[in-house]
């Protein structure tokens, strides 16, 4: 299995923008296109909006589809990251159609 490790603070000037979103979202998009399994770190992020979520995570969702996340392994993270993209990825799956 091909892998590959975005750290999320090499891609993008700050966490908080739809533009620093847009640029992570390239960056997944690139690994995807050529890996199986994509490992996004946040080392050393501490605070992320929704706005950059909706412009990274959730274009490729809107690309891919929900199962795409099967293949994205979210690592290096603090506690209230990894709250905010919980509670991100679990609003996605409630309003994704079925």
Known sequence: MKTSKILVKDV????LSNSDGVQLQSAIDSA????????????DVHTI???FLNSS????IDKYG???LSKIKI???TTSVATFLK???S????LSPS
């Open 32 to 43: 995807l296109a050529s890996d199986d399994m994509v490992f996004l770190s946040f080392h």
């Open 75 to 77: 690592v290096d993270y």
């Open 49 to 51: 909006s929704s706005s």
């Open 66 to 68: 929900l199962n795409i």
């Open 57 to 60: 995570l959730g274009n490729i």
């Open 91 to 94: 609003d996605l799956k409630t």
């Open 12 to 15: 993008t000037n700050s966490t």
């Open 87 to 89: 509670n991100y990825i």
